[in-house]
């Protein structure tokens, strides 16, 4: 995805393939979309909460271009995207920690730098999912996008985020 251009729509209607294409879990969906609209909400003066409700409206569950989307859990949807937004200094912080160059999350591309701030939300905030969870839902987002070579950077990122935010799930290397 890149920048939106003037009056272009933020986030894409259909969406990636994988929301539509094999079978996923409510909230495997749930992260997908809440990514798209952190997207929408990065790229445009829509604040959080108008767009939760655009995408719980014509999104979630919607048939849109004769695509039909999977069912997303709506609480999960909201619970992300709201934590998200109302962390995000703090999760940027933990993930600039976690990267190689001060710099770096600024120069991620944009739906990458938000899967991550997204799985470090959960990391942070939902502790009743497994870190290993959180890990490889995210990175199924992120393979929706991407090539090989961000599906490394970000699972690089994400494991370092989990072993340092997490440090009791893993085993001492």
Known sequence: MTKPEQGETAAPKSGPRSA?????????????????????????????????????????????EGEQFRQADPDWFGDVV??????QAEIDEQIKAAMPRADALERLEAVLRLAI??????????????????????????R???????IKLANGVLDGLARRLRPNEFTPR
């Open 20 to 64: 539509t294409a094999k079978p996923a879990g409510r909230r495997s969906v749930a992260r997908l979309f809440a990514v798209q609209a952190l997207y929408e909400i990065e790229f445009s003066s829509k604040p959080a909460e108008g767009v939760i409700q655009d995408f719980r409206e014509a999104r979630l569950g919607q048939e849109i």
């Open 82 to 87: 709201r934590g998200t937004v109302k962390r």
């Open 117 to 142: 701030r997204a799985a470090c939300f959960e990391l942070l905030a939902r502790i009743d999912v497994p870190a290993g969870t959180i890990i490889d839902e995210y990175l199924g987002v992120v």
């Open 144 to 150: 929706a996008f991407f090539s090989p070579r961000e």
